[in-house]
């Protein structure tokens, strides 16, 4: 008897979905001092366009505001080949960030984000079945906490943490000016963790969602509340994975800076493209074993590491990468 056929998903078929906002980001131009350009961005956003530049097949769950950066963002992730069938044309305005550049290139945010469509999912806009061909979901980042969004977010992950069929992703990005009060983005930041296989979190989300506890420490809670891996950046300082078998360290590229807008997005988009790759099954997410976390944390930071070569969120292709991975 001949072994049952497995439909295989057509050929451009999403394999990764990524769920949150859009921002559109105002950045200074060098040359002209107090002007500003404006550039879609938004966390999940470039997450999405980071892992199909890479090669991975990705939807994008977005509400986009009524207004030109709406549809300029719109057209922005189609033009990347991004699946946009389940994203939502809303009524409400798009998010602003204002973007201010350190002489070391580390990029600050000022926030205009109050009633923005991307903070009001409800639970029938996220109600449709994901594609069969899904094999990975990440959630973030402001839209992970803000309501009344958060919530219908929140339930969506359980949903899909019970069925078992999805990895599923989640990278908090924390901005402090605009998650709310801070035990409330605390409790809220722990359940998400604990419904996903993956976290990956910087130095600095932990610091502030963790305070007065090391990286190490505030991993292993998270492995505790029923995260799988845990991936932990740091910068020019590189990553770390943590397990419940295994704790790697692996040094970033050193390249020269031009600025760090959307190199954590990078990062994890690279994560996700590369664990589909591994095509590894959710409940298998953490007994990873060390060749493959560290090809997870090389091909992250390697990528992290080229987009912060560019001005702006300007992800790397798979051609990019190669020199860096040789």
């Known amino acids: 008897m001949s072994a049952p056929h497995t439909p295989q998903p057509e050929p451009g078929a999403p394999r990764l979905a990524v769920l949150g906002e859009n921002v559109m980001d105002l950045i200074p131009r060098g040359d002209e001092p107090g002007v500003y350009r404006a550039v879609p961005g938004g966390g999940p956003a470039n997450i999405a366009v980071a892992a199909a530049r890479l090669g991975t097949p990705t939807a994008f769950l977005a509400r986009f505001g009524s207004d030109g950066f709406g549809a300029t963002m719109r057209e922005r992730l189609a033009a990347e080949g991004i699946g946009l069938d389940l994203a939502v044309t809303a009524p409400e305005p798009s998010a602003l960030a204002l973007t201010t550049l350190g002489a070391d290139g580390q990029a600050r945010y000022d926030f205009w984000m109050d009633g923005a469509a991307d903070w009001q999912w409800s639970d029938a806009e996220l109600a449709a079945p994901l594609p069969d061909s899904l094999r990975l979901l990440s959630v973030g980042s402001v839209a992970a906490f803000r309501g009344p969004g958060a919530e219908a977010i929140e339930r969506l992950l359980a949903r899909e943490r019970d069925r078992g069929r999805l990895i599923l992703g989640f990278d908090p990005n924390v901005r402090p000016a605009v998650i709310g009060d801070p035990d409330w983005a605390r409790a809220r930041y722990l359940g998400l963790a604990g419904l996903s296989h993956?976290?990956?979190?910087?130095?600095?989300?932990?610091r502030m969602l963790?305070?007065?506890?090391?990286?190490?420490?505030?991993?292993?809670?998270?492995?505790?509340?029923?995260?799988?891996?845990?991936?932990?950046?740091?910068?020019?300082?590189?990553?770390?994975?943590?397990?419940?078998?295994?704790?790697?360290?692996?040094?970033?590229?050193?390249?020269?800076?031009?600025?760090?807008?959307?190199?954590?997005?990078?990062?994890?988009?690279?994560?996700?493209?590369?664990?589909?790759?591994?095509?590894?099954?959710?409940?298998?997410?953490?007994?990873?074993?060390?060749?493959?976390?560290?090809?997870?944390?090389?091909?992250?930071?390697?990528?992290?590491?080229?987009?912060?070569?560019?001005?702006?969120?300007?992800?790397?292709?798979?051609?990019?990468?190669?020199?860096?991975?040789?």
Do not use: N, W
């Open 198 to 206: 993956v976290v990956k979190a910087s130095d600095e989300d932990l």
């Open 210 to 326: 963790h305070p007065g506890v090391d990286e190490e420490a505030a991993a292993r809670q998270l492995l505790g509340e029923g995260a799988a891996l845990v991936v932990v950046t740091a910068g020019a300082k590189g990553s770390r994975a943590f397990t419940r078998h295994r704790d790697l360290a692996v040094p970033a590229p050193a390249v020269d800076v031009q600025d760090t807008i959307g190199a954590g997005d990078t990062f994890m988009g690279a994560l996700l493209h590369t664990l589909a790759r591994l095509d590894v099954a959710p409940d298998a997410v953490g007994d990873l074993g060390e060749p493959d976390l560290r090809t997870l944390l090389t091909t992250a930071g390697a990528a992290a590491a080229v987009t912060c070569t560019r001005s702006g969120a300007q992800p790397p292709t798979e051609a990019d990468l190669a020199p860096y991975l040789r």
